[in-house]
Structures are given as C-alpha cells and as structure tokens.
Antibody, heavy 119, light 108 residues
Framework: QLQLRESGPGLVKPSETLSLTCTVS??????????WGWIRQPPGRGPEWISS???????YYNSSLKSRVTISVDTSKNQFSLNLSSVTAADTAMYFC???????????WGQGTLVIVSS | EIVMTQSPATLSVSPGEAASLSCRAS??????LAWYQQKPGQAPRLVIY???TRATGIPARFSGSGSGTGFTLTIDSLQSEDFAVYYC??????????FGGGTKVEIK
C-alpha cells in the first residue's frame, strides 16, 4: 500500500524559505504515469494545489505561487521536495504531499505537516 | 481559471437522514470532478471521482451525479462517521485544478 509522509520544520520565520520533503513508501516514485504533488490548506480554508513533478523532472506550478516555489525529486531516495521562498504569515498552512495522474484526482495523500510562519 | 463554488457552507442533518451537497463550476469541467471527505486533523480522502465513481472502500450510501458545471454529492442515511467537511475539485485542466470552499456536514 502506497504511503506518503511529509517532513520538515514546523516553524519558519518571515522572509525565509520553507523546505519540506515527502518520503514515498510502498511503491516507486519512478513509476510511469504518476505525478507527485504538494497541496496546502490554510486554517479553516479549502485545499490549494501548489506544484507537481514527474520522476523525469518535469515540473508544474500554480501560477499564483510560481515565482516563489521550487519542486524537486530524488529518485534514489524515493523522495520529492518543496521549497517556498520569502514566506509570510499567509503561507501558514497544513502542507500535504500526494500522488496523481494527468487529468485525475489526488490520491492518496500524506497525513500532512503544519507549517507556521512566525518570528 | 475555473472557479468551484460549493453550497451550502454548512448542512445540519440528523443521523439516518440524507444529505445533498452542491458544487458548481464557472465553466464546464465535463465529468472530471472529484469529491473528498476531510475529518478534523486528517488529510482529505477521495470519495468520488469522474463525478459518479466511488473510490475504493467508499460505502454505497455515497453517490455522485452531474456533468458540465453542476454536480451533487448525495449521502444516504448519514452515519456518525460521515459528519465531516466535503470538498469538490475539478481536474479537467492541466496543471491540476482548484478545489471548492467546502461544505461542512454537521449533526443536527
């Protein structure tokens, strides 16, 4: 059974870079047809897709965040990562990693990790 | 950009009754629509995809309908474990599309 688990600091200072890693177990990140993505959910609000990556390195970004986001994959570790630069309090949210295909829903999801932006 | 709008924001239902949740898209998403269930402190869980197909392990009391711009999630005979927030999401565009604002199904 495929499992995803997010890891990273729970507290980031304003203007710094948020860095998270998703570790995939129970399956290979190099499987053809699957994309690996990040989604965030601010407190009390709906989810927002941030970015996705294919194992070959092709990347896709939400246009509203594109200037601050970098996604990368490490197939040797079966992991993919997210960097979000110049964070503000508005970036405080639960961050989830997930898997999907083209024109398909997100499934499954990791348990999520709460990131608070505060000095 | 396609905007997804859910209604109502909150639905109060007694256990054993049915619930009907609405999701509207600002333009057609054909049948490329999913519903997710989210309980407090948990990640969203896929319930319905392709507008009307139940995901693995989802009970038959959950059903989805609609196409184009209007969609409905119906939960028959609500059980205690069904009280949660439900989100719709369109995936007719690439990269992946937006989620709705959610409908909270609460105990009446």
């Amino acid at each position: 059974q495929l499992q995803l688990r997010e890891s990273g600091p729970g507290l980031v200072k304003p203007s710094e870079t948020l860095s998270l890693t998703c570790t995939v177990s129970g399956g290979s990140i190099s499987t053809h047809t699957y994309y690996w993505g990040w989604i965030r959910q601010p407190p009390g609000r709906g989810p927002e897709w941030i970015s996705s990556i294919y194992f070959s390195g092709s990347t896709y970004y939400n246009s509203s965040l594109k200037s601050r986001v970098t996604i990368s994959v490490d197939t040797s570790k079966n992991q993919f990562s997210l960097n979000l630069s110049s964070v503000t309090a508005a970036d405080t949210a639960m961050y989830f990693c997930t898997r999907h295909k083209t024109f398909s829903p997100f499934d499954p999801w990791g348990q999520g990790t709460l990131v608070i932006v505060s000095s | 950009e396609i905007v997804m709008t859910q209604s109502p924001a909150t639905l109060s239902v007694s256990p054993g009754e049915a619930a009907s949740l609405s999701c509207r898209a600002s333009q057609s998403v054909t049948s490329n629509l999913a519903w997710y269930q989210q309980k407090p402190g948990q990640a969203p869980r896929l319930v319905i995809y392709d507008a009307s197909t139940r995901a693995t392990g989802i009970p038959a009391r959950f059903s989805g309908s609609g196409s184009g711009t209007g969609f409905t999630l119906t939960i028959d005979s609500l059980q205690s474990e069904d009280f949660a927030v439900y989100y719709c999401q369109q995936y007719n565009t690439w990269p992946p599309g937006a989620f709705g604002g959610g409908t909270k199904v609460e105990i009446k």
